[in-house]
């Protein structure tokens, strides 16, 4: 069970835009700790696709966004491309004393 | 940039201690601004984050997990370690090493070595 909370998937036409959210409590997002949100491809490992609630490293499309309010935070993608198939994952902080991660999204273009 | 390469046993028995290495190109692990990290993945699940080392040798753990393991540093490889003992058929999954950047609070984990997958069986 973690402590993060994601839809265990979610799916989009392509061209459309999709949302996978992360929702946590009061130790953990709604306390303040930023958020990031990492892309695993099939068969791959893990990479970072957004930092600090919504900063893009260079290289991750424009099409990719965060946000966060109160307790939870939202990745956003645009334009949905076959190509973004994968699972998402949410990061953040308990106060628990851990770095602790959603359980993550399967993204599935239909 | 940095790069990561875990290495070790793919198999170890049940109760033993699992060692792995991180080798590490790109940076030293003795200048800060890293937090030398340790990511797991059961198979077809999710991430759990095992613990971090920074630079000083100062280490953080998920104190799920904090009774078995040890992160060290060895700055003439260049390397950083993870050991977790007690081994159990659910400590099987791939393990990740990561860089942690540490300006940021929690730090976001950038880039991911390739990942080795560890079973515990005899």
């Known amino acids: 069970q973690s402590v993060l909370t994601q839809p265990p998937s979610v799916s989009g036409a392509p061209g459309q835009r999709v949302t996978i959210s992360c929702t946590g409590n009061?130790?953990?997002?709604?306390?303040?700790?930023?958020v990031h949100w990492y892309q695993q491809l099939p068969g791959a490992a893990p990479k970072l696709l957004i930092y600090?609630?919504?900063n893009r490293p260079s290289g991750v499309p424009d099409r990719f966004s965060g946000s966060t309010s109160g307790t939870s935070a939202s990745l956003a993608i645009a334009g949905l491309q076959a190509e973004d198939e994968g699972d998402y994952y949410c990061q953040s902080y308990d106060s628990s004393l851990s770095v602790v991660f959603g359980g993550g999204t399967k993204l599935t273009a239909l | 940039q940095v790069q990561l390469q875990e290495s070790g046993p793919g198999l170890v028995k049940p109760s033993q201690t699992l060692s792995l290495s991180c080798t590490v190109s790109?940076?030293?692990?003795?200048?800060?601004?890293?937090?030398w990290s340790w990511i797991r993945q059961h198979p077809g699940k999710g991430l759990e984050w095992i613990g971090y080392i920074y630079y000083s040798g100062s280490t953080y753990y998920n104190p799920s997990l904090k009774s078995r393991v040890t992160i060290s540093l060895d700055t003439s490889k260049n390397q950083f370690s993870l050991k977790l003992s007690s081994l159990t058929a659910a400590d099987t999954a791939i393990y990740y090493c990561a860089t942690g950047d540490s300006k940021w609070f929690p730090p976001y984990f950038d880039p991911w070595g390739l990942g080795t997958l560890v079973t515990a069986s005899s």
């Open positions: 009061s130790s953990n997002i709604g306390a303040g700790f930023d």
């Open positions: 790109g940076a030293s692990i003795s200048s800060g601004g890293y937090y």
């Open positions: 600090g609630n919504n």
